[in-house]
């Protein structure tokens, strides 16, 4: 089969693959069937940003093990490449994290930003773990060197399949009860294979902190559905 097909197919597959995992983790991780009252949509809806966070889980750490490494295995990615890579942080490994943010921003950042920087990173350190998100640059400089047709849309494709985990990630613990919200604070790539001895090659996109809720979201707000969604011949 020639790449060009094999990459249409890819892309027409893709969307049914996403709404599987979703509706199969809005079987398995809500703790029972999925009803016409409960359809996996309302976890996507009901998945919201919650800074407000402690270190309790309701249930056991394996649980959060369990549901990531599922979401690893079956989220869709480009050519089947698997290009995602994670690692999950508890307690004192969690904080460490934080730690090394805390220590790097304290270098950049302007004297009168630090305080608020240093409450805000205190709000993620309070939680229960994070989810580290990297993609493994290697596969996507593999499959680039194999496949010259689509070099350019390789590190394209990682990124999207990297936030479908994301995403799915999210959703996921939200819909078990926990409270999560997603930052972007890769500028410890380096500090962060160091200390959990990592390859080279792992590249930091994003950290999901989770926890128990202690608060509630910010009120969220939506653009006119005319200006994001246009369909033709229904």
């Known amino acids: ?50 800074y407000a966070l402690n270190d309790t889980l309701g249930f056991g750490k394996e649980t959060v093990v369990e549901i990531v490494q599922d979401l690893v295995q079956d989220v869709p990615s480009a050519f089947n490449s698997q290009s995602n890579r994670v690692v999950i942080l508890f307690d004192q490994e969690h904080g460490k994290f934080w730690d090394t943010v805390s220590r790097t921003l304290k270098n950049i950042v302007t004297e009168d930003q630090w305080q608020s920087t240093s409450d805000r ?29 689509y070099a350019n849309e390789f590190p394209t494709w990682a990124t999207e399949s990297g936030g479908m985990l994301q995403h799915s990630t999210w959703t996921a613990l939200e819909a078990k009860g926990l409270g999560a919200n997603l930052q972007h604070y890769n500028l410890v790539n380096e500090e962060v294979a160091k200390t959990w001895n990592l390859p080279a090659t792992w590249r930091l996109k994003s950290q999901l902190v989770f926890g128990g809720r202690t608060g509630e979201p910010g009120e969220k707000t939506f653009k006119p559905l005319s200006e994001k969604l246009k369909v033709f011949g229904a």
């Open 121 to 149: 990173i205190a709000t993620f350190k309070a939680a229960a773990g994070s989810v580290l998100f990297f993609v493994d640059e290697a596969v996507v400089q593999e499959l680039a060197a194999n496949i010259p047709t």
């Open 1 to 50: 089969m020639s790449t060009a097909k094999q990459g249409s197919i890819f892309w027409l597959s893709i969307t049914g693959l996403l709404c599987s995992v979703f509706f199969l983790a809005g079987q398995y991780y809500a703790g029972g069937p999925t009803s016409a009252s409960t359809p996996f949509l309302d976890f996507v809806k009901a998945r919201r940003t919650y």
